[in-house]
């Protein structure tokens, strides 16, 4: 196995897999969903039992899936799961049970258009279910937002540390479009699996240490609350160590477009075209999306005239950025829907219309 | 002062004939008296006490209850989600062979909800042990209908007894997953008399046994009460499981390779 620095052309859904490998993944569990069976299919070809021993199953379900990942990682191990926005609906409850046992993993979200069965095309109508807690109760996911083939790749090893530094589920929520798409891609070198065993995993009660206890079960009043507030504690930690966000021509802009993913790349493209027809328009791009830029948005809102976000949805991450401009300035949303990318042509006619009324 | 020094003659390793297993812990249970999950953890306990596998072995817990069977049982355990525990079980296997791996299950849990990640589970042939209470209904919730729960027999969601017609059928997990390529030992059992409780103290030491071998799938069933919720007083609740739960669920093994080689 290469020790080096790799360049290969690949689809979106295949760099995650090739990436999880060489992060020295300890499992994958997935069941297949258009558009990101390429997951579970490129590991299956590959064979990481034979060389890492990375264990890769296909579950009977997502349900099951996201339940083998459950105790996976209350071994302490570094396991994953991929889906798309019908199948990460299944997920759900386990999501929660993970989040409420502390447990870490890596959950990958290929969304496409929905509600319901919906569409296999791309979209960004997952957001509120990502950043927003997803299952039932109240909980975080940390939110990772890739716009490149390449932070397909460098999400998964980033993923698993947050999770593990946190003890806490992080999903990279993705869309058909980047899972699909082909582009170069560096893939850093193979990684041993960790043989490190975490103090709170199941293993087996030696005779040095307590019995290990993996569960999600508060069943006294007080006992709930406290448990709560410590979650609150970790958010507020993440929140304060973990915002991860990219600008594009905002220093001196008087109109800032905010989009993750697929619509920044577009959005990067609409910059271009605005600011050649003299309108200083900048791009922010959250790269987290929980923990949210924010603080930044505020502080771009107090010299901006304008804020525009730009989602492939009907208006989501939308509400984030009016809560941080706290009513300073107006704030619209555009998006297309049901599987359409955006074109950076409607998004510059978009923002026209806003500032002539 | 003399009669501690004659209490102190009389207690001593060479006299003791029974006491609570080392790996049951000091909490108190919270099962209702009569009940047959109490004497199934102790089983588990002493099978895993006198293996000699406590370290290395990882139990999963069910939503029901026998939730908190990691109260009671003195190893490293897991709580998983309402039927999931084979889903759990099996990954928890996969990612760490040489463990032994078991489930703890009702009926609801398993038979009910659970149904997908215990058929599939079982047809993977996961080298895993599951251990199945069945009682007929739902214990923690307070008396439901359960997908076992014998016709005619009454619950809170069956209240003039269940209906066939309208509710369905009971179901006999055991017997369709002994039908599976992937069990290797099936095996109903009860835990009501003394002699009930050496067989299938025998059946889940059996299992852990196949489990070393990597055989697959082992499955036991333990036909059970609930007191309680059958509001019945214990001895009641045995006779009247005998009477009417093992006929539709008769005693047995389904499937054991090695018992027919004997023969």
């Keep these: ?357 | 002062m003399n009669d501690t020094n004659q209490m102190n003659d009389i207690i001593k390793p060479g006299n003791i004939v029974y006491k609570r297993t080392d790996l049951m812990t000091d909490d108190i249970l919270h099962y209702c008296p009569g009940c047959g999950h109490s004497t199934v953890h102790r089983i588990i306990a002493e099978i895993i006490d006198e293996e000699g596998i406590q370290s290395e072995t990882i139990g999963i817990s069910p939503v029901g209850c026998s939730v908190y069977l990691y109260n009671y049982i003195d190893i490293d355990c897991q709580e998983a989600a309402h039927g999931r525990a084979p889903a759990l079980a099996t990954a928890i296997k996969r990612l760490m062979p040489d463990k032994y791996v078991f489930t703890y299950q009702g009926d609801g849990d398993l038979a009910a909800i659970g149904t997908a990640e215990t058929i599939h589970a079982c047809n993977r042939g996961e080298n895993i042990l599951i251990v199945f209470i069945n009682n007929g209904i739902y214990g923690m919730t307070g008396g439901q209908m359960a997908p076992t729960t014998i016709p005619g027999m009454k619950s809170s969601t069956s209240p003039y007894g269940r209906d066939v017609e309208m509710m369905g059928n009971l179901i006999k997990m055991t017997d369709i997953v002994a039908t599976l390529p992937g069990t290797y030992f099936v095996t109903r059992q009860s835990v009501h008399s003394a002699v009930n409780v050496r067989r299938t103290k025998k059946a889940i030491r059996k299992a852990f046994h196949y489990q070393k071998l990597k055989k697959g799938t082992c499955f036991v069933e333990v036909v059970s009460n609930c007191p309680s919720n059958w509001k019945m007083t214990p001895v009641e609740s045995n006779k009247w499981m005998e009477e009417n739960m093992f006929p539709y669920y008769p005693l047995g093994d389904l499937k054991d390779p090695e018992k027919q080689q004997e023969k």
Aim: with cysteine; glycine share 10%; aromatic share 8%.
């Design chain 1, 1 to 357: 196995m290469t020790q080096e620095k790799e360049l290969r052309l690949m689809k979106g859904n295949e760099a995650v897999a090739e990436a999880a490998i060489r992060a020295g993944a300890d499992g994958y569990f997935g069941y297949p969903i258009t558009p990101q069976s390429e997951i579970l299919e490129y590991l299956m070809a590959a064979k990481p039992y034979e060389t890492t021993g990375m264990v890769v199953l296909q579950a009977e379900s997502e349900v099951a899936a996201i339940n083998m990942v459950y105790g996976g990682a209350g071994c302490g191990k570094k396991v994953m799961t991929t889906s798309s926005s019908p199948g990460i609906s299944l997920k759900q409850e386990g999501i929660s049970y993970i989040a409420g046992a502390e447990l870490p993993c890596l959950i990958v979200n290929v969304v496409r258009g929905g509600p319901g069965l919906g569409t296999i095309q791309p979209a960004q109508s997952d957001y509120f279910q990502a950043v927003k807690g997803g299952g039932h109760g109240d909980y975080h996911l940390i939110v990772l937002a890739p716009a490149s083939v390449q932070e397909m790749a460098d999400f998964v090893g980033l993923g698993f540390d947050l999770a593990f530094k946190y003890r806490n589920p992080v999903m990279i929520l993705s869309d058909g479009a980047i899972g699909q798409m082909m582009e170069k891609v560096w893939l850093g070198p193979y990684k041993e699996r960790s043989k490190d065993v975490p103090d709170w995993a199941t293993t087996g009660k030696t005779p040095d240490r307590e019995r290990n206890i993996i569960t999600s079960l508060h069943l006294d009043s007080f006992s709930e609350e406290r448990f709560n507030q410590k979650l609150i504690k970790k958010y507020e930690e993440i929140k304060s160590k973990e915002v991860r966000f990219e600008e594009f021509n905002c220093e001196d802009a008087d109109y800032v477009l905010v989009a993750y993913g697929t619509s920044a790349r577009v959005c990067q493209k609409s910059v271009q075209m605005a600011r050649a027809e003299g309108l200083k328009v900048g791009l922010l791009r959250p790269v987290t999306l929980f923990p949210f830029p924010s603080k930044r948005i505020s502080e771009l809102s107090t010299r901006a005239k304008m804020i525009l976000s730009v989602e492939m949805s009907s208006g989501q991450m939308v509400e984030d950025v009016l809560l941080a401009v706290n009513g300073k300035i107006p704030v619209y949303h555009y998006g297309r829907m049901g599987g359409i990318v955006t074109a950076p042509d409607e998004v510059v006619d978009f923002l026209k219309s806003k500032i002539g009324g």
